[in-house]
């Protein structure tokens, strides 16, 4: 279990975040932002190396971005409150691009994070060859 001694803190540097952002990044955003508590591993994740911070996520109850807190903790949990805001801020940044790129019927976010997977994958291989 992850500490949750900064989540108060987490979800106050998120709505400070939120507050940077144009009004139009939120239209059709019905499911909100959520700041889980839980520590995400990728599927594909080798010895828990690949940490989920965010999600943006379409189903059929709407469209919505998860934060996962202990994601953040274990990656960032060290930081001061600055740091911590600027690498939340990319997380989130990077989730809303998601969201307004799916509104716009482009992805090219999408197509830049499977070319990370495909990259991890190749160095999983290697190494295990």
């Keep these: 279990m ?26 059709h955003l019905n499911g909100g932002i959520t700041l889980s508590e839980e520590v995400k591993y990728h599927p594909e994740s080798h010895n828990e190396d690949l940490l989920i911070l965010g999600q943006y996520e379409r189903s059929i109850l709407g469209l919505s971005i ?7 903790y274990l990656m960032y949990g060290y930081l001061d409150r ?15 691009t998601h969201h307004l790129e799916f509104l716009a019927r482009n992805y090219d976010l999408e197509i830049e994070d499977e070319e990370f997977m495909e990259d991890y994958r190749k160095r999983w291989k290697d190494y295990e060859d």
């Excluded at 998860?66 to 953040?72: A, D, L, P, R, W």
Aim: hydrophobic letters at 40%; one cysteine or more; a negative charge.
């Design 82 to 96: 600055e740091d911590l805001k600027d690498k939340l801020r990319h997380v989130l940044f990077h989730e809303f």
């Design 66 to 72: 998860t934060i996962f807190y202990g994601s953040v």
């Design 2 to 27: 992850v500490s949750l001694e900064r989540i108060d803190e987490v979800n106050e540097l998120l709505d400070e975040i939120c507050e940077e952002l144009p009004s139009y990044a939120f239209e």
